[in-house]
């Protein structure tokens, strides 16, 4: 994936620091736990786990990490280290709590892999508490500003693609639309490269509304060069059962059609290589910048380079979807 290093902070800050994992997790977080952890250790730097992103910091679930407490992790999908939504953790009361439970233990940063929810508290932490804080972007939905990729989400697409290739062969036995949804609630990444790498006929995407008359006349215009089978693949969206509801509209119009929710399948799994070598990268990076003194601040890939990003720049900030892309799906299915 040609990816590249930038220079690392030569003098070392900080001698011990903590990692956990929070939010959905994604394929390729043991992958950046591991590296994470190992990068710490080799530079002569101690590293403890925390069991259940913050949850567990607050109860107190902390692990002294060794080299081999990481060993046989990279293809794993998951995370050793579990994750949770912590309610809690909203409060500054209890922000300000974590930042002593993690000063009293003599540990002076925290690497935070998740994504932006999990980014938002971390930068809470720091900015009230000084303590000092350093995001990886781990979420199958590539939503997060400031990077070009997400770790887990090349996998996600690659398994839903893999669905999409088996529903095809029982949808063109069968003379059948299928749509098929696949995760994004407020982003269309994963249905657009799952559409465009799967063939789908239609990409429904919560960036860009598309109307019924539309995708009918999609529909039609593959079955005047007959087509007899389609696939169309629908983000989830915020509200629940848009596929179903989708195949409700089309049924009225008189096209009969199935539906396929993918679901938890997508972000599960062994990741990818190329996962792995980006949770590698961003991992080591983000052990290497907060031992160098750098924080409130996420390591991301930028055109290929790994990238330090200031929190400010990717918090709460939407990253679009190439609309040249949604055209060019278009194109490639007619
Ligand atoms: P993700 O990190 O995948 O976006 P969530 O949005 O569920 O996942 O956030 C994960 C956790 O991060 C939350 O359960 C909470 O503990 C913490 N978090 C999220 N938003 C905030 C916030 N505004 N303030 C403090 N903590 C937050």
Redesign the pocket.
């Known amino acids: 994936m040609n990816l590249r290093l930038p220079a690392f902070p030569k003098k070392k800050k900080l001698s011990s620091f903590a990692v956990l994992t929070?939010?959905?997790d994604a394929p390729g977080m043991n992958a950046a736990v591991r590296a994470v952890v190992r990068y710490g250790i080799a530079n002569g730097c101690e590293v403890h786990g925390i069991i259940k992103?913050?949850?567990g910091l607050i109860e107190g679930l902390f692990q002294r990490m060794d080299a081999s407490s990481v060993a046989n992790i990279l293809q794993r999908g998951g995370t050793i280290l579990k994750t949770?939504?912590?309610?809690?953790?909203?409060?500054k009361s209890v922000?300000r709590e974590a930042a002593e439970i993690l000063r009293r233990r003599g540990i002076q940063g925290l690497v935070v892999i998740?994504?932006?929810?999990?980014?938002?508290?971390?930068s809470?932490?720091e900015a009230e508490t000084g303590f000092p804080t350093i995001g990886v972007p781990?979420?199958i939905?590539n939503d997060i500003a400031g990077t070009d990729d997400t770790i887990g989400f090349d996998t996600a697409v690659n398994t839903a693609i893999d669905a999409i290739d088996r529903i095809r062969d029982t949808a063109s036995s069968h003379d059948r639309i299928f749509l098929v949804e696949v995760m994004g609630r407020s982003s269309g990444f994963i249905a657009l490269e799952v559409g465009i790498g799967g063939g789908a006929e239609t990409i429904i995407v919560p960036e860009r509304k598309e109307s019924l008359a539309s995708i009918c006349s999609t529909i039609d215009r593959g079955i005047r060069r007959g087509k007899t089978s389609s696939i169309i693949v629908v983000a989830e969206g915020e509200k629940a059962g848009l596929s179903a509801q989708l195949a409700g509209d089309l049924e009225k119009r008189g096209y009969k059609s199935r539906v396929c929710i993918l679901g938890h399948t997508q972000r599960g799994g062994s990741p990818t290589a190329h996962d792995r070598m980006l949770a590698s990268a961003l991992g080591a990076s983000a052990a290497a910048f907060l031992m160098g003194g750098k924080s409130n601040a996420m390591v991301g890939v930028q055109r290929g380079v790994v990238t330090l990003v200031p929190f400010k720049s990717v918090i709460g900030v939407k990253k679009g979807i190439p609309p040249e892309l949604l055209t060019l799906a278009q194109v490639l299915a007619t």
């Open positions: 929070s939010g959905g992103g913050y949850s949770d939504r912590c309610e809690e953790f909203y409060k922000r998740g994504g932006d929810g999990s980014f938002t508290g971390a809470l932490l781990g979420t939905d």
